[in-house]
Antibody
Framework: HLVESGGVVVQPGGSLRLSCAAS????????MHWVRQAPGKGLEWVSL????????FYADSVKGRFTISRDNTKNSLYLQMKNLRTEDTALYYC??????????????????WGKGTTVTVSS | DIQMTQSPSTLSASVGDRVTITCRAS??????LAWYQQKPGKAPKLLIS???GLQSGVPSRFSGSGSGADFSLTISSLQPEDFATYYC?????????FGQGTKVEI
């Protein structure tokens, strides 16, 4: 079970932190994704953080502006968003990352999704 | 980056129809492909992983196939609750990308 929060209306150039509270699984054992969906559009992967927080990955569209983090003691995932642009307006989902093992590593997909929180960037 | 292209973008069908959605990757992704279903106002739901692995609780009328760069999702007998938008997504590594979606409508 994943519950996102923190979405609000913010002006361009502003900052925001999204949170995702996890329950029902051992949060500290799993990598986590953020995925967003602009109004009427498709899904866009935003960021992934490994189970221990040591590995982070970002879409080019948010690199340098967004920071993913987690607190395994609080079963929580975060997305710090800075220098927001109108094109960041979207419904932001957190998703648990399950994985398949291959010969050269693990391959992560999204198996459980929250209901999302809406971020609107507008003046 | 790997580009994922779905076809068709919209599919009109009737209850009981067999429907197939295709997804093509811009390079080989082995079988690192997932399919998701999204209904209006709802979060996406994972249907299939590793190209053909049906998730627990997903009806057996859904099936996935393919490897390399070409994949498909088939619904053997469309039910009223299957009208939704379907997305493929590669997970062959960073960055993860989705297809543009296929809307299945009446």
């Amino acid at each position: 079970h994943l519950v996102e929060s923190g979405g609000v209306v913010v002006q361009p150039g502003g900052s925001l932190r999204l949170s995702c509270a996890a329950s029902g699984f051992n949060f500290g054992n799993f990598a986590m994704h953020w995925v967003r969906q602009a109004p009427g559009k498709g899904l866009e992967w935003v960021s992934l953080i490994t189970w221990n927080g040591r590995g982070t990955f970002y879409a080019d569209s948010v690199k340098g502006r967004f920071t993913i983090s987690r607190d395994n003691t609080k079963n929580s995932l975060y997305l710090q968003m800075k220098n927001l642009r109108t094109e960041d307006t979207a419904l932001y989902y957190c998703a648990k990352a399950d994985y398949d093992s291959g010969v050269d590593g693990d391959y992560y997909y999204m198996d459980v999704w929250g209901k999302g929180t809406t971020v609107t960037v507008s003046s | 980056d790997i580009q994922m292209t779905q076809s068709p973008s919209t599919l009109s069908a009737s209850v009981g129809d067999r429907v197939t959605i295709t997804c093509r990757a811009s390079q080989s992704i082995s079988t690192w492909l997932a399919w998701y279903q999204q209904k209006p106002g709802k979060a996406p739901k994972l249907l299939i992983s590793k190209a053909s692995g049906l998730q627990s609780g997903v009806p057996s009328r859904f099936s996935g196939s393919g490897s390399g760069a070409d994949f498909s999702l088939t619904i053997s007998s469309l039910q009223p609750e299957d009208f939704a938008t379907y997305y493929c997504q590669h997970y062959n590594g960073y960055p993860w990308t989705f297809g543009q979606g296929t809307k299945v409508e009446i």
